[in-house]
């Protein structure tokens, strides 16, 4: 498997979505994914998991049968404030933090509120990595929010599902924050934002984004399962010091 990571994926926590953790590893081990992250919707989506899903996923093992389970979330940006739906200690038990934009938290509004609740976010330091930030329903000054994410050490996701079955037109935006993120050394990240197992590290899509504009492979978090982990551990995230030996001798 050529980036065998994935830090975007729903299970059937979030009610929309139609695949258990049992259903990823078994995807994971026949593509030969590594290291994927279970990333809920945060619980203020209306068919999200309770805030005590979050907690409790200190339950999951670290490795099963060779492959690496990372606790996460994709929060929901709230505000304009760049507050997003999970908080306090509650944060520090997570390996990875992922927040974006949705509509059911956050209405669409202007590119000014889009941007200032963006960088905002960026700027918390709770969040290591913004989801589809080509969304065209959030228009944002993609130049400012690069620039925050480069300053701040947050990852901009490319994300492949925004190319295939949600947030149709997103390919002129992504194209555009890559490009960005190359000029301005920004860190991106594929996800997948699989809601079904199958489509667990299917990054085609989003993989021809980061052709056209010629951005640097060796900066993609997906590229091994230690540069994602040195990433967090960058970000602050203690708890992923468990996985560092399973990997360690793994190729970059």
């Given at each position: 498997?050529?980036?065998?990571?994935?830090?975007?994926?729903?299970?059937?926590?979030?009610?929309?979505?139609?695949?258990?953790?049992?259903?990823?590893?078994?995807v994971a081990k026949q593509k030969g994914i590594r290291l994927f992250a279970t990333t809920d919707h945060g619980p203020a989506m209306a068919d999200a998991p309770?805030?005590?899903?979050?907690?409790?996923?200190?339950?999951?093992?670290?490795?099963?049968?060779?492959?690496?389970?990372?606790?996460?979330?994709?929060?929901?940006?709230?505000?304009?404030?760049?507050?997003?739906?999970?908080?306090?200690?509650?944060?520090?038990?997570?390996?990875?933090?992922?927040?974006?934009?949705?509509?059911?938290?956050?209405?669409?509004?202007?590119?000014?509120?889009?941007?200032?609740?963006?960088?905002?976010?960026?700027?918390?330091?709770?969040?290591?990595?913004?989801?589809?930030?080509?969304?065209p329903a959030y228009p944002i000054d993609i130049e400012a929010v690069v620039t925050a994410a480069a300053q701040y050490g947050v990852a901009l996701e490319i994300n492949n599902s925004s190319f295939e079955v949600s947030r149709k037109g997103s390919?002129?935006?992504?194209?555009?924050?890559?490009?960005?993120?190359?000029?301005?050394?920004?860190?991106?990240?594929?996800?997948?934002?699989?809601?079904?197992?199958f489509s667990l590290g299917g990054f085609d899509r989003a993989l021809s984004i980061i052709n056209a504009v010629d951005y640097p492979k060796d900066k993609l978090l997906n590229r091994s399962p230690m540069a994602l982990l040195d990433f967090l551990t960058l970000r602050g995230h203690q708890t992923v010091a468990d996985f560092i030996p399973l990997f360690r001798d793994e190729a970059f």
């Open positions: 498997m050529q980036y065998p990571v994935d830090t975007h994926t729903h299970t059937v926590a979030s009610s929309h979505a139609y695949s258990t953790i049992h259903d990823y590893l078994a309770h805030f005590w899903h979050f907690v409790n996923l200190r339950v999951l093992p670290r490795m099963v049968d060779g492959v690496g389970i990372l606790r996460g979330i994709e929060a929901n940006i709230k505000n304009r404030d760049g507050e997003i739906d999970y908080f306090g200690d509650y944060l520090s038990h997570l390996d990875i933090v992922l927040a974006g934009f949705h509509e059911p938290v956050f209405a669409p509004s202007d590119k000014a509120t889009h941007t200032e609740a963006m960088i905002n976010a960026i700027k918390s330091g709770k969040v290591d990595i913004i989801t589809h930030p080509g969304n390919e002129a935006n992504c194209t555009a924050i890559a490009k960005a993120a190359k000029a301005l050394g920004a860190t991106l990240v594929m996800g997948s934002d699989s809601h079904v197992a």
